[in-house]
């Protein structure tokens, strides 16, 4: 039997969630619904207000709208997130939320996604998905063994933000919980930047993850600047100016090794896209400058990518371009191929890089004991609908 004649699947019936919708998509719903135009930007503004500025969870908290609007909205539509499946709280402070996504379809048990809350002091870093599983087999990394399954809507992206600042207390009048290390005091967010670096590749869903940042850096709503969104890419060359001409978030590069021969095994989309063409892209970067570094991610494994040589290739190769390089100790996971590189080595390589005029930090693993760190990201889903699978392939 082919695919076209495989039985359709029954359609699940949902309110739709006006949360994560962008501005466009919640007036298209009003004018659905009935509202006159003249009424539709008023009405689009006041959402947006309740829905990304104050968290609204409930129509009924939205007291500048009329109450036969109020329940005219709640007949129609909801204001539904990802739900929390899990939340692991790490030792350093680090929460991992398991979130389970709203099912497409009535043989879909729902979708699973991981993201991860590292807080500072002063600020909150969130790292979230572009898409269930992977398709990138990075060698090195616990996502990879995980086949795609789908992309992640822009409601879905946007979601991940929206629950972790209802669950971190970070809309107006909102408590902050009392587990855990959470950022507080006037004028601090518990939310300051988001980094899309959790499971997916997100130049392989472009136009969803455009859109979720639009959403996100409105100044009227969850109010995020561009500067404070980072998009990490392994290399999807054909999208990265796209990315940086239409959207403008920093960028983040999965490097990992100098050369192609290694790179080609560590990063298999290296074939594909060789690191000089991928160098090229971003030096091309739009916006890219000694205040908007591009962030070079290179993960220390022992004995196969830490050598000093290595090292001097890789200020050689990035000569010119305004950049940093974020060292990152490799976090174990279960089965791993690789172990990390001694503390003696990784400090030898951030010094040759140093010297050389880069600011080469090594990053602090944060949330290994619950698999949270970079690299260790890997949702429970298991039973997927068998169609999502061959449509995702």
């Known amino acids: 039997m082919s695919l076209s004649e495989l039985p359709a699947s029954p359609a699940i019936t949902l309110k739709p969630s006006l949360?994560?919708?962008?501005?466009?998509?919640?007036?298209?719903?009003?004018?659905?619904?009935?509202?006159p135009e003249r009424e539709i930007r008023m009405r689009v503004s006041q959402l947006w207000h309740w829905i990304y500025f104050r968290g609204a969870r409930?129509?009924?908290?939205?007291?500048?709208?009329?109450?036969?609007?109020r329940t005219q909205l709640a007949n129609a539509f909801a204001l539904r997130l990802p739900e929390i499946v899990e939340e692991q709280i790490s030792t350093d402070g680090t929460r991992k939320w398991l979130l389970r996504l709203q099912p497409i379809d009535a043989f879909d048990k729902g979708a699973e996604v991981e993201c991860v809350y590292i807080p500072e002091s002063d600020r909150g870093t969130?790292?979230?998905?572009?898409?269930v599983g992977c398709t990138l087999n990075c060698s090195f990394c616990h996502t990879g063994t995980q086949r795609l399954v789908r992309n992640l809507t822009s409601a879905e992206i946007v979601g991940q933000l929206l629950v972790a600042r209802q669950r971190l207390g970070d809309f107006p009048d909102r408590e902050?919980?009392?587990?855990?290390?959470?950022?507080?005091?006037?004028?601090?967010?518990?939310?300051?930047?988001?980094?899309f670096m959790g499971m997916g590749e997100p130049l392989y869903n472009l136009e969803n993850v455009?859109?979720?940042?639009e959403i996100m850096a409105d100044g009227d709503g969850l109010a995020l600047s561009?500067?404070?969104?980072?998009?990490?890419?392994?290399?999807?060359?054909?999208?990265?100016?796209?990315?940086?001409?239409?959207?403008?978030?920093?960028?983040a590069i999965s490097l990992h090794a100098v050369r192609d021969d290694l790179r080609n095994e560590l990063v298999p989309l290296n074939k594909k896209y060789p690191i000089k063409e991928l160098l090229q892209a971003c030096r091309d970067y739009p916006g890219a400058s000694n205040a908007r570094r591009i962030t070079f991610e290179y993960v220390m494994l022992k004995g196969v990518n830490d050598s000093p040589a290595e090292a001097k290739e890789l200020v050689r190769r990035l000569k010119g371009l305004p950049a940093k390089i974020n060292l990152i100790p490799f976090n174990p996971w279960p089965g791993a191929p690789y172990e990390c590189s001694d503390w003696e080595t990784i400090e030898r390589f951030s010094d040759i890089v140093f010297n050389a005029g880069y600011a080469s930090p090594v990053r602090t693993p944060r949330g290994r004991d619950i698999l949270a760190a970079c690299g260790q990201l890997k949702s429970e889903t298991e039973k997927l609908r068998a169609s999502a699978r061959v449509a995702a392939g």
């Open 58 to 69: 409930d129509f009924g908290e939205m007291l500048n709208v009329s109450k036969a609007l």
């Open 226 to 251: 561009k500067r404070r969104i980072t998009v990490s890419t392994s290399g999807v060359v054909p999208q990265i100016e796209r990315l940086g001409a239409e959207c403008g978030p920093a960028l």
């Open 126 to 131: 969130l790292c979230v998905s572009s898409q």
């Open 19 to 35: 949360a994560g919708m962008t501005r466009a998509e919640i007036g298209d719903a009003l004018r659905a619904l009935g509202l």
């Open 176 to 195: 902050r919980p009392t587990d855990g290390l959470v950022p507080s005091g006037e004028g601090v967010r518990a939310v300051s930047n988001i980094v």
């Open 210 to 213: 455009m859109a979720a940042i």
